[in-house]
């Protein structure tokens, strides 16, 4: 497998100092947020809704994956299932679309649909925000994905675009983790504006884009406090910087389902319209969500000199991934245009061997390269 080049950690450290100036702040988590991915057994790394594994999933499923005589391994099955589920999921508010045209286009990990929408929500958010990275890509070995996506929320944006900050660099492993990763955050962020006078001096407001490790609002509970609700959540965050004028809201990127064969699916479901509604309606209650083409979502609000008006998106095309067959197994004759899977935490394939979907561990580089799914 391939290393990740020295230059990759060339990158300074995130800071945490976010100025007294800014009034409201993003934390952007990437998967589950910007990608689609599915949480498969515990203590494995989520499986990625990308063109490369989609292919696979439809060919093997063509090969007869899910029949009576399968050669795959049960965890092989599996991923293929959820793929294919996903694949064909309807998006919550958006009619007829699936999560299918929310996928990323390997070897890239992040969605360019969904890019789109996050530089929308930045601009909704002003001329005073901050964005903080959440993401487990704040870690030093992710640097070059971070450039990457930087530079294509500045495409989006019109305008130079890099993370702020990021939160405390502390190990995690579910959401408990995170949430007290966010409320160190928040913390040493109302003792820093403490200490210069400014606690109160600016309203602030906290926009938390998250999945939470894909998992449900009841699996949460975190320093002995009984959190099962994105509103406990959002109390106890507050909770933490009581001295600061301070709101907060979360956007839960967060699906799930039973697929008909009994197979429980759960999803960091990306920013769907649903999504884009909770954050555009907490960031400005005038704004409005529309669609354009098949996929595309713009934010408009009023304005003062016009009945309505768009607010500008740079202008983006990318390929209509809605499928467009009849039935499942001949999917994977119109499937998308396929690259190697590229095998790069948190979305993977797990396992290394040929008869298994292939994944990495969660400290592994962000560049390393394995092979797809394989039956015996």
Known sequence: MSRTPSSDAARPSFGTEVP????TIVLVDVDGVLNVGAREDKGTAPLLLNTANCEHAFRLLRDGALGPNSTCDLNTRRSVERLVSMWYRKLPEE???????????????????????????????????????????????????????EAAISARLGEEFAFAAATP??????????????????????????????ARSTPLRILILEDFFISAPEDWATFGCPIDSVRA??????????????????????????????????????????????????????????????????????????????LPLAEHRHADTSPAWGDQHSAAHAGPRLWHLLATWPWLLIGSSPSSPCRTPENANADDMATPLHCK
């Open 20 to 23: 007294d100036s800014v009034d």
């Open 95 to 149: 009619g007829a679309k699936t999560y299918g045209g929310l996928m990323c286009q390997a070897p890239s990990m992040f969605s360019p649909v969904l890019v789109d929408r996050l530089a929308q929500i930045l601009r909704l958010a002003g001329g005073r925000r901050a964005a903080v990275l959440s993401s487990s890509w704040r870690k030093p070995s992710y640097a070059k994905r971070v450039k990457e996506l």
């Open 169 to 198: 660099g502390d190990d995690e492993h579910c959401a408990a983790d995170r949430l007290r990763c966010i409320g160190s955050f928040i913390e040493a962020l109302a003792d820093s504006r403490a200490r210069r006078g400014a």
């Open 233 to 310: 959540a959002e109390a106890f965050l507050r909770g933490r910087a009581p001295d600061l004028d301070l709101s907060v809201k979360i956007v839960h990127t967060y699906d799930a389902w039973t697929t008909p064969s009994g197979l429980r699916v759960s999803v960091g479901s990306g920013l769907t319209a649903r999504a884009m509604r909770q954050a555009t309606e907490y960031l400005d209650p005038r704004a409005r969500c529309s669609f354009i083409g098949r996929q595309m979502l713009k934010v408009c609000m009023p304005s003062k000199t016009a009945p309505t008006a768009e």
